[in-house]
Structures are given as C-alpha cells and as structure tokens.
C-alpha cells in the first residue's frame, strides 16, 4: 500500500486554467504539507494544515488554495494557471508537525 | 544569502570512501531535517534531529546548535548513495522550514 498518493503524476495545462492536485495519506498521520520544487531544484513549503487547520500559509499567491475534506486528504487548487507555476509538486505527511516527514511521488505540471 | 546553506553543491567519489555533506544556518532553528532525493524524483525523509547524532546503517547526522552547523556522512559509499541530499531548518518558534539547495552526490563504481 502506497503511504502517500498524489494524482495525477503529471498535468500539462495551458495559462489560465483551474487545475487540482489530489493528495492522500494512509498513515493516520495528523498534518500533511504541499512543496513546491521549481526547476532548480530548490524545495518550498506551501502550505501545511495539522487537523483540518492551515498552520503554514507560505508567501504563496491565493490563486492557489488547499482544500482537506477530511484528515487523510490534502488537495491544492490552483487557479488561473500561469507559466511560472510549472514546477514539480509534493505532497507529505507527518504524524506531528515537521515530525518525520513522508513524502508522495510528485506531481509534473507543465502549463504552456 | 539563503538563510540554510549547503556545501558542496556537487560531489564525486568513488565507492567506497567516506563522505560528509555540510549544512550550516543562519537562523535560530529547533529542529534540522536531512533529506534525500532519489534520481528519479522520490523524497525519503533521513533524520530530523535537533542534538547530538543520530545514526541509520552507514548514515550519520551530526548537529551542533551553538555553532549552527549539521553535518550529514556517509560510511563506505556505494552507487546507489547517488543522489540529492537536501538539509532543511525547522525555524524556531515559526512553524516555518527552510530548505538548503541542495548537494548533488555522485558515487563511481
């Protein structure tokens, strides 16, 4: 069973549409993290929410917004895409926050 | 200036040798997360560690607080060590981590 699920693994869009990224845990972890790594390879956190509450709001644009329905889930919404949000997205988990951190496989999103 | 610095950014070594990464801060931090980035793209959580050393197979981290400096080795490398070692600083009191560049290791059969 994959601890951390993120679909889908890639996403090619074109500016200016709403996408989502969908991510879920089966650890019972309670906080779950979105990062960013742009084409440098350099990692940040986006947003983090620890039972059901944003705790982490990084300088991110609002047109990205993460939607959990429940704990095990993590979604990110983006809307109005733009080409500097092409970039690889993680989604992960920890049992507490910025505890041991598990990670899911990425999302590709490609937006031309 | 990155607040969380990495050196070196590239490293090539033949297996079997003995390799250190560095990672100092800037910034008052609680906790030091090093993480690994396979070739392919996976992220696999090594240590988080805010004292002393903590220690998994041929992985050593080693951290110290007053001189904000962590270091992370690696005993009798081998090719399948190759990969991005990424070391990340949990800001104290903020909530907030903050992600070194990144060291890029290459290990020759």
């Known amino acids: 069973d994959t601890a951390v699920s993120q679909t889908p693994k890639y996403l090619v869009t074109q500016m200016g549409n709403d996408k989502s990224i969908k991510c879920e845990q089966n650890l019972g972890h309670d906080t779950m993290y979105w990062y960013k790594q742009d084409s440098k390879k350099f990692l940040k956190i986006m947003f983090s929410y620890n039972n059901k509450e944003l705790i982490i709001n990084e300088t991110v644009p609002n047109r990205f917004s993460p939607k959990s329905p429940d704990k095990a889930h993590l979604n990110l919404h983006i809307n109005s895409l733009e080409l500097g949000d092409s970039a690889v997205y993680f989604c992960?988990?920890?049992?507490?926050?910025?505890?041991?951190?598990?990670f899911g496989p990425g999302t590709r999103l490609t937006v031309t | 200036k990155n607040e969380v610095e990495q050196s070196p950014q590239n490293l090539t070594a033949q297996e079997g040798e003995f390799i250190t990464i560095n990672c100092s801060y800037s910034v008052g931090i609680s906790a030091l997360h090093w993480l690994q980035q396979h070739p392919g793209g996976g992220i696999v959580s090594l240590f988080m560690l805010s004292s002393g050393k903590k220690k998994h197979g041929r992985l050593i981290a080693t951290i110290n607080i007053q001189e904000k400096h962590s270091s992370l080795h690696i005993t009798a490398s081998h090719p399948r060590d190759s990969a991005v070692y990424i070391c990340?600083?949990?800001?104290?009191?903020?909530?907030?981590?903050?992600f070194g560049q990144g060291t890029r290791l290459t290990i020759n059969p």
């Open positions: 992960a988990s920890s049992r507490k926050s910025f505890y041991e951190q598990y």
């Open positions: 990340a600083g949990q800001i104290q009191g903020a909530q907030k981590l903050v």
